[in-house]
């Protein structure tokens, strides 16, 4: 059986530019993937067919997967006529805004890219993750880096400065598709991502705090108030910034120093079920 790891990403910045013709948002988006990953297995099948199975019962398993989606890709277009049986071992909370569906679409583009000898760069990779979804060549790589365009076109980017990043999910669950329905284009507060680039190449930990912003948050926020007090909470025990990622719900806090992580993993544990406390990864993936 073959593995890949799968990890989460966070925004760093998150900012809509405008509206395409094709109905897509033009975005300009930081991410950097974090220390949070679901694992991917793949094991050849001898029936040509693709199947899914995930240690989450309401995911679904069919053609709606992402991975499925990602291995019916590969298979079509290199005319493969092995199938695979795919078990997502997932960590990553699900409908979070942490691009855990994205994440495992690029993993299978990697592992099958193995499995079957397909032999492509992470270049080409990429490409084919576009079809997939918006998140997904960047997930390809992994890293830190700016995706602009529909969130395929990616640039690489600096590692962050070395620090903790806490992690809290309310239990709603967010859909992409109806926070970007209540947007209004006109009226966005546009963070500063030349300046989040600034800081990146300069390794400033400060300037990276001032310049965390994401677009979407106050249209998450308005709607639900748990992301709001969530916020404050996280604020109140001592993060040095804080912000939401993708669509959100869930809410992030950057900490410098290693002592406060305990306070704060720890006062939010009182009333959110999913905190996690961990690094960014920075590094991106390589192809062996
Ligand atoms: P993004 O940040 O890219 O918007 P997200 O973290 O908000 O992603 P996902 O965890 O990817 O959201 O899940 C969104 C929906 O996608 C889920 O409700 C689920 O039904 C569907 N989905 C499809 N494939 C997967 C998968 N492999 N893992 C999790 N969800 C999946």
């Not at 990953?37 to 067919?49: K, N, Q």
């Not at 590969?74 to 994205?102: D, F, M, N, T």
């Not at 963070?191 to 989040?196: E, K, L, Q, R, V």
């Not at 310049?211 to 109140?236: A, C, F, R, S």
Request: hydrophobic share 40%.
């Amino acid at each position: 059986m073959l593995y890949e790891k799968a990890p989460a990403k966070i925004n760093l910045t998150l900012d809509v530019l405008h509206k395409r013709d094709d109905g897509f948002h033009e975005v300009e988006m930081v991410m950097t993937t974090v220390d949070l990953a679901d694992r991917v297995w793949f094991r050849s099948r001898e029936d040509g067919r693709i199947v899914v199975k995930t240690s989450q019962p309401f995911i679904p398993t069919d053609r709606k997967n992402l991975a499925y989606q990602a291995a019916e890709l590969l298979k079509r277009v290199y005319q493969i006529h092995a199938g695979v049986e795919i078990i997502l071992e997932k960590s990553i909370p699900v409908a979070a805004g942490l691009a855990g569906g994205s994440s495992d679409a690029a993993a299978t583009l990697r592992g099958l890219n193995r499995l079957w000898k397909l032999d492509l760069s992470l270049d080409r990779l990429a490409e084919h993750a576009a079809e997939i979804g918006s998140d997904v060549s960047f997930c390809v790589y992994g890293g830190t880096a700016l995706a602009t365009s529909r969130g395929e076109v990616i640039q690489n980017l600096p590692t962050p400065p070395n620090c903790w990043v806490i992690l809290a999910k309310p239990s709603i669950s967010v859909s992409t598709a109806d926070i970007y329905g209540n947007l209004n284009i006109d009226n966005l507060a546009h963070p500063n991502t030349a300046g989040m680039i600034e800081a990146l190449e300069t390794a400033n930990y400060e300037s990276m705090c001032a310049t965390l912003g994401n677009v979407l948050e106050p249209i998450t926020m308005k709607l639900y108030p748990e992301v709001v007090t969530l916020k404050e909470q996280m604020k109140k025990f001592g993060a040095d910034a804080v912000l939401m990622s993708g669509s959100g719900p869930t809410v992030y806090g950057l900490v410098k120093h290693e002592s406060r992580v305990p306070r704060i993993y720890n006062g939010l544990k009182g009333f959110c079920r999913e905190v996690y406390a961990i690094r960014m990864i920075g590094e991106r993936h390589s192809l062996d």
